[in-house]
């Protein structure tokens, strides 16, 4: 029987997925201004963070490919 | 009916007519050996890569409901509506990491719903169906409300008949539906959220470009939003809301958008959704790629204020005589629009309905074929039996949604869609939890269950709406000095608000680390495990891995 391979083991970069949870302090963003294209800065800063969700979850994804499986 | 009302649904049904094709047509697509298993019927197959689940878990989680409910709620409330955003941003770095692992022990036991990986790792089948009859009671309002959706559609067409006649239009489109799902099983909705994610894409694009510079651009939206919504309403004597939160609110708005977060993988439909997929590198690019649908929710949500500041009012349900704020969306496209183009916005939202409507009933069937009838009922059925069995249920579960919106008022889907999202979170210490540790004790789980869902039930009950005089039920915001623990208020006097789901979860974890505690110093017997550290971690290609579809 062929030997069970060793458990994957924590990868340091998963804590980028904690940088997106910043959307959730809601006093650093509860402003009008300054607007952005009409958009007063509560919504824009919002959508800021669609991309930065994106960009954490993809480096960890990134960084997940070199382990050993 | 206005021609431009003729127009708009000739356009609606030539797509819904394209859709029930695809349906139908679904079953031969990429077709397995049988459709008699619950792998096939049930879960496509197991085999969707990347592009087949960014579709089909898009079109469950982002549904027809949330298409219409969330601008809604921006409508009538302002900036609270919004943590539609939040909620979907924080989600996907949330739960990155457990649905890898949930997918890789389902694939290596052959787990169909998360009350069998429950099963299977605490050998309780106590405690699997207390997940199980959870996961139907919260799905089953959530496909009602997506009959709502469907039919605050087909009402701004004009076909707003009363009483049970008013309703047939939508039942014909449940039966089509119902007959399709039935014989194709996953794949007819994963066929059809290709066409219903092209057709909202496009609607969305341009009503976020169009209509803004239709009406003066969003800075002159928002100052007018601004203005309407800080009228007095003459029922509760407060503003409607604002376009920012206020100093109560904001711990209201994060709680929300993190336990909606939390909730959302709890659901049978989204995990039946992930474990259609045929491996973990498809589950990890589809975490990077899904948020694309999450920008779109925000754009519209922002469609409230376009709402609002047109001019639009929502329209009378002439079934229960009250207005439907529902319906502030499809009025505003049906206005602003030329009638083909509504037309295609009016599919759009329909067939948003159908296809987290079908995946939903295929959860809550396969939730009751394997962790009710086979447990309870018939434990040697066969996988042909179970097929059929589940085929059967997804039936019965669709009509009792159909039978919600008939006999009673939809008011009553959207409390009882309140309370499921509450519910479902009290599943998290048995199901997610589980995941990466059996440490909590399984008589701890079931006790935290019933506190959390016991002492949620109970704050929701609490809750009044001054707006709509309704005494109980009437949200899921509560103020924090209302909070007692035995009689003992912590917060007392405060009106800040929070979140019930997350009260009830915090209590719910506590309760069971405590029995833990207990049961351990007790040396109760804590089930047997069927599963093995490696198999968290098995991908797509290990050896060990359960043959698809065999017994």
Known sequence: MPKEPPPRRWNPWNLLLLVPLLMLITPWYNF????????????????????????????????SRGERR | MSTDQIVQLAVFLVLFVL??????????????NTLDHLDEWGLGGRKFGSWITWFLVGGDLYTAYTFVAVPALIFGAGALGFYALPYTVVLYPIIFLPLQRMW?????????????????????????????????????????LQLVGLESVLRTMGVNGSGLLGHLPLFIAFVILAVYTYQSGLRAPALIAFVKDALIYLVIIVAIIYLPSKLGGWSHIFDQASTALAKTNPTTNKPFGST??????????????????????????????????????VIKKNMVALPAYSLVLGLLALLGYVALVSGAKPIVN????????????????GQQFPAWFA?????????????????????????????IYKEYFKRDATPKQEATQAKLASLVVKFGAVAFVLFVDPQFSIDLQLIGGVIILQTLPSVAIALYTRWLHR??????????????????????????????????????????????????????????????LVANVVVAVV?????????????VDQTNTADYDRDEGDPKLKEIAVH
């Open chain 2, 443 to 504: 008589w701890g789980l079931v006790a935290g269950w019933v506190v959390g869902m016991g002492w949620g039930l109970y704050l929701l009950y609490t809750i009044p709406n001054p707006a709509n005089g309704k005494a109980h039920f009437g949200g899921s915001a509560l103020a924090t000095g209302n909070l007692s623990l035995f009689g003992w208020h912590p917060f007392a006097g405060s009106a800040v608000q929070i979140y019930v789901g997350a009260v009830a």
């Open chain 2, 244 to 281: 920012l939160l206020g100093p109560t609110n904001q711990l209201q708005y994060a709680t929300l958008a993190l336990g909606s977060a939390l909730a959302l993988f709890l659901y049978p439909h989204s995990i039946t959704g992930i474990l259609a997929s045929k491996s973990r590198t």
């Open chain 2, 318 to 333: 002439q079934a229960t005589g009250k207005p439907d704020s529902n319906t502030i969306v499809p009025v505003l496209f």
């Open chain 2, 104 to 144: 890789s022990v389902s694939r290596m036991h052959g787990y169909v719903t998360p009350a069998d990986f429950v099963r299977g790792r605490y050998g309780s089948s106590l405690l699997a169906l207390l997940i199980a009859i959870t996961g139907i009671v919260a799905t089953m309002p959530y496909i009602a």
């Open chain 2, 19 to 32: 859709v029930a094709v695809m349906g139908f047509m679904a079953s031969r697509w990429q077709a397995g």
């Open chain 2, 515 to 527: 029995v833990t505690l207990i049961a351990r110093q007790a040396k109760w017997f804590n089930g």
């Open chain 2, 343 to 371: 037309g295609i916005a009016f599919a759009a939202i329909g067939i948003g309905a159908l296809v987290p409507a079908a995946i939903m009933s295929i959860a809550a069937a396969n939730l009751w074929t394997r962790n």
């Open chain 1, 32 to 63: 009008d201004g300054p607007r952005v294209f009409g958009l007063p800065f509560f919504y824009w800063y919002q959508f800021l963070f669609v991309p930065v969700g994106v960009i954490c979850v993809g480096v960890v994804y990134a960084k």
